[in-house]
């Protein structure tokens, strides 16, 4: 477990390093600090990347069965899905958002049980990875959004209180937030359907039901429905700006309580215990 120790802590100080050179980048106006802290990230997710695959191979299950793995992964999935769109939309301005929670992540699942909780032969399938994979990267990409809604909102705010400086100067334009947002949402919400179709697909290899309304898949549905909502507003009704923020706040509050609140308050088969008990 020893390397496996390393790639964790060497993972985690790049993405504080990551974290403190975006900041830098937004605070100062210094680009490069930020196309530094990019490179920061990419052998942050190569380094954890390594260290899922030697977990993997030591354990020979999909390393997101504990608490510890899903807050890593999570992290894992953030930064993947920033650094992509980053590329593709030059979203940098989301690294001084994406880059700290992604710490922060690394730290709570440092300080949570570094245990190996093996699947149930029942659950073993190769659709499993397939729900993770889309279920985390949509919940990534909602976390981008939510952090897009949050400067918006702070941003109008400062703007209606005409206080042009301090964090004014350091947030990016309405517009572009709610560009970022809708990205961000745009991206967000086919994964999490795959990721509810998957693991649709997988429950019914495991229990021979397609759906039965355990506490998370009920609530992933109501988390669905939301964000349906949010893009059907953005589409056909105009939802922009302020609206649009504030919805994505809230939806990301629903789906935040699904991915944690569920397993610890509610049970059910999503609970990190279940999965070797079935």
């Not at 020893?2 to 802590?9: D, E, H, I, R, T």
């Not at 897009?148 to 572009?176: C, E, H, W």
């Not at 939301?226 to 302020?242: E, K, N, Q, S």
């Amino acid at each position: 477990m020893g390397s496996l120790n390393f790639l964790f802590v060497a993972t985690t100080a790049s993405y504080l390093a990551a974290s403190i050179l975006y900041l830098i980048a937004m605070i100062a106006k210094r680009p490069q600090a930020g196309r530094t802290g990019r490179w920061l990230l990419l052998v942050g997710i190569l380094l954890q990347a390594t260290c899922f695959a030697l977990r993997h191979s030591s354990t020979g299950g999909t390393p997101v069965t504990s608490l510890h793995e899903s807050l890593a992964f999570f992290a894992w999935c953030l930064i993947l899905l920033f650094l992509l769109l980053d590329l593709r939309f030059h979203l940098s301005v989301m690294g001084a958002f994406a880059a700290p929670v992604a710490f922060i992540l690394m730290i709570a699942s440092g300080l949570s049980p570094n245990v190996v909780i093996q699947l149930s032969p029942l659950l073993k399938s190769w659709l499993f990875p397939v729900h993770i994979i889309f279920a985390f990267l949509g919940n990534a990409a909602f976390a981008l959004s939510f952090g897009a809604g949050v400067m918006y909102l702070v941003q109008n705010r400062m703007l209606k209180s005409k206080r042009f400086t301090g964090i004014y100067q350091l947030l990016p334009s309405l517009d572009t937030l709610d560009k970022v947002n809708y990205t961000c949402l745009s991206v967000g919400f086919p994964l999490m359907t795959l990721g509810i179709i998957s693991g649709a697909f997988w429950a019914n290899t495991a229990w021979g039901s397609y759906w039965s309304w355990d506490p998370k898949e009920t609530w992933a549905l109501i988390t669905w429905f939301l964000y349906a909502g949010l893009l059907h507003g953005r589409l056909t009704v105009g939802w922009r700006g302020r609206t649009a923020a504030l919805f994505s706040i809230i939806a990301f509050m629903f789906l935040l309580f699904t991915f944690f609140g569920v397993s610890l308050l509610l049970g059910g088969y999503h609970t990190f215990e279940s999965f070797s008990a079935v």
